[in-house]
């Protein structure tokens, strides 16, 4: 026995057909892990878990080639994810149903036969083809078959190609081509001036005449909407979380109507503060994300929520009443 058997006793099931599944080693050796994990469910389970480190440690795939492949496994249907739970954990669930049709479109693919491709036929230039005349018609009288070579000859030139760029171009031609090309340049002269007149003087505003369409509007408003969300940034002292956010809280488990709007103006406040001294320039999306992160992690050292303040006690008599009482010693 090798000294390394303590190291090789997983060995990790590879499936050569999964390739063709999915379109990557990378793909199908995770295929095949999934296909392991799933088989050895208790009954009545359909989820199991598995972190990015783990499925390093299992396979060796990266991060970035792990993604790539269960984006692609998510797509074609033959797994389901999940993110839940605190600490967040991705879930999978294998549909055997769907790994078996992809399985059949590939065994189908397999028995399709391949059609030959056609020999494309080599074209023989012009000079080539006058060349070749001029030896048949040097041959000519050498011999009683030399008329039948030549008749031969001249069939199977004709039969072939010309090469276009061969061609002499006549005199009327010339100037045809000539005048195209005029024409194409007039063309992209007038874009070109079509295009400073526009830039020159922007469209007017919706109620004017010659104001753009409804549907225009909102396609050029969700297309600057897109750019600016995309856009990274500082920190902003007017930044507001969005109403997805808001949704997000919902699902984190964090519902925004128990805070009040001065706890969550405060919160909101703190972080718009904080960031904005920082120099960090993230987009809307990274910064809605870093909110609900600073939203959990208040919510896990118990200063999500304001906390009640104590009564302040009023005192009805002053210190040296209260020593010189002697009310006790006469009951």
């Known amino acids: 026995m090798t000294r390394y058997s303590e190291v090789l006793d997983r060995p990790v099931a590879f499936h050569r057909i999964f390739v063709d599944v ?9 295929l095949g892990q999934l296909l392991y994990w799933q088989r050895r469910l208790s009954p009545g389970r359909e989820w199991f878990w598995k972190s990015d480190e783990q499925w390093f440690e299992e396979l060796g795939i990266k991060r970035s080639a792990l993604t790539s492949a269960r984006k692609k496994l998510e797509a074609m249907g033959v797994i389901a994810t999940e993110v839940k739970g605190f600490p967040r954990r991705r879930f999978y669930r294998l549909d055997f149903d769907a790994l078996d049709r992809q399985i059949e479109r590939v065994l189908q693919a397999r028995k399709t036969p391949e059609l030959p491709l056609e020999q494309p036929t080599a074209p023989v230039c012009r000079n080539q083809q006058t060349a070749s005349a001029q030896q048949s018609t040097h041959c000519a009288g050498q011999g009683d078959g030399s008329a039948d070579k030549k008749e031969k000859a001249d069939k199977k030139q004709e039969d072939r190609p010309v090469c276009g760029n061969q061609h002499t171009a006549s005199p009327q031609e010339s100037t045809n081509s000539l005048q195209e090309s005029t024409n194409s340049l007039q063309e992209t002269t007038d874009c070109f ?9 922007p469209p007017p505003a919706a109620g004017e005449v010659g104001a753009p369409s409804v549907q225009a509007s909102t396609a050029n408003s969700e297309g600057r909407a897109l750019a600016h969300h995309q856009a990274k940034g500082p920190m902003r002292l007017d930044w507001q979380p969005s109403a997805m956010l808001l949704e997000r809280c919902q699902l984190a488990g964090i ?9 969550l103006g405060e919160i909101l406040g703190e972080f718009r503060s904080y960031w904005s001294t920082q120099d960090l320039h993230l987009n809307e999306g ?3 994300h870093r909110f609900l992160r600073n939203l959990v992690a208040l919510k896990n050292k118990n200063q999500l929520y304001a906390k009640p303040q104590a009564a302040t006690a009023v005192r009805e008599r002053t210190l040296s009443e209260d020593l010189g009482d002697r009310s006790w010693a006469t009951a």
Request: proline share 3%; hydrophobic share 30%.
């Open 22 to 30: 999915v379109g990557t080693v990378d793909g199908a050796v995770l």
């Open 193 to 201: 001036i079509d295009y400073n007149r526009d830039y020159n003087n």
């Open 255 to 263: 519902p925004l109507d128990r805070l009040g709007e001065n706890r």
């Open 286 to 288: 990274e910064w809605q």
